[in-house]
T-cell receptor
Framework: EAQVTQNPRYLITVTGKKLTVTCSQN?????MSWYRQDPGLGLRQIYY???????DKGDVPEGYKVSRKEKRNFPLILESPSPNQTSLYFC?????????????FGPGTRLTVL | AQTVTQSQPEMSVQEAETVTLSCTYD???????LFWYKQPPSRQMILVIR??????QNATENRFSVNFQKAAKSFSLKISDSQLGDAAMYFC???????????FGTGTSLTVIP
């Protein structure tokens, strides 16, 4: 089954404790991206990657890091989480070329930083 | 940066009736892609419909159709014969032709009244 998986689905942590949210896709997509969703703000792009070893900042990259060492994986790293990073996070992937270039989303990760 | 505006935070519709959700966007590009995503209470992001800007014909997917007005930079979603399962948050999204960044609106929460 074609899918984007994220782990963990729920996470409660404390300020300053480094964490990683994993994202993996099995559709051989070049493009991967991370978003955060907050009430009244919609989805905002954190980072995106056009291919392996190619990453770039989205609209809200502060406090986050990413890496793309393999095509299928795109982890999101919070080196020192703060309460303002409490949010719902989505990973997504899509092909770069072709007609069908909508994004396929993971199930989301609910992060709470105390 | 491109912006996507959804001016209706909440909408409601009677079951079996028709409702239109509004979306406007700002861009200087001539080629791009537009999408409507549905987010039910499960939080999963589900593609509803997509439109390529170079296509003048409005996209249609069963009960869902769009009114794409390129000159006005407007991309509204019409839901016909509304069903209880249509109740969800709806997001309008923009992707440039080069495909690097996605931009989402703030969402419209749709309630379907039995």
């Amino acid at each position: 089954e074609a899918q984007v998986t994220q782990n963990p689905r729920y996470l409660i942590t404390v300020t300053g404790k480094k964490l990683t949210v994993t994202c993996s896709q099995n559709m051989n997509h070049e493009y991967m991206s991370w978003y955060r969703q907050d009430p009244g703000l919609g989805l905002r792009q954190i980072y995106y990657s056009m291919n392996v070893e190619v990453t770039d900042k989205g609209d809200v990259p502060e406090g986050y890091k990413v890496s793309r060492k393999e095509k299928r994986n795109f982890p999101l790293i919070l080196e020192s989480p703060s309460p303002n990073q409490t949010s719902l996070y989505f990973c997504a992937s899509s092909p770069l070329a072709g007609t069908y270039n909508e994004q396929f989303f993971g199930p989301g990760t609910r992060l709470t930083v105390l | 940066a491109q912006t996507v505006t959804q001016s209706q935070p909440e909408m409601s519709v009677q079951e079996a009736e028709t409702v239109t959700l509004s979306c406007t966007y700002d861009t200087s590009e001539s080629d791009y892609y537009l999408f409507w995503y549905k987010q039910p209470p499960s939080r999963q992001m589900i593609l509803v419909i997509r439109q390529e800007a170079y296509k003048q014909q409005n996209a249609t997917e069963n009960r869902f159709s769009v009114n794409f007005q390129k000159a006005a930079k407007s991309f509204s979603l019409k839901i016909s014969d509304s069903q209880l399962g249509d109740a969800a948050m709806y997001f309008c999204a923009y992707r440039g032709f080069r495909g690097n960044q996605f931009y989402f609106g703030t969402g419209t929460s749709l309630t379907v009244i039995p």
